[in-house]
């Protein structure tokens, strides 16, 4: 199991940006992948973004041009940069790690975006 800590949350207006952190117990070479998942109430989580160990990232749709996903090697961190949030980016995200066959998560942060 990777421990996973993320941070970076909060409320934000519409068109507002934040970025997560997301640091990791290990080191993030050992990852396969890294990824932000969300979940808003009384909806699934779904994946959001995620990035490799070696590098190659993907998003869903609904956050493509708007969301950077990007880990720093030295400091085991991994971050999502979210610009130009909407209200249905409102949702608890989560840091989740996948490593040897088997998936970490953390604890979540909220983000909530509204005037």
């Known amino acids: 199991q990777v421990q996973l800590v993320e941070s970076g949350g909060g409320l934000v207006q519409p068109g507002g940006s934040l970025r997560l952190s997301c640091a990791a117990s290990?080191?993030?070479?050992?990852?396969?992948?890294m990824s932000w998942y969300r979940q808003a109430p009384g909806k699934q989580r779904e994946s959001v973004a995620t990035v490799t160990n070696g590098g190659s990232t993907g998003y869903v749709d609904s956050v493509k041009g708007r969301f950077t996903i990007s880990r720093d090697n030295a400091k085991n961190l991994v971050y999502l940069q979210m610009n130009t949030l909407k209200p249905e980016d409102t949702a608890v995200y989560y840091c989740s790690a996948y490593r040897l066959g088997v998936r970490s998560w953390g604890q979540g942060t909220q983000v909530t975006v509204s005037s």
């Open positions: 290990v080191s993030i070479f050992s990852i396969n992948a």
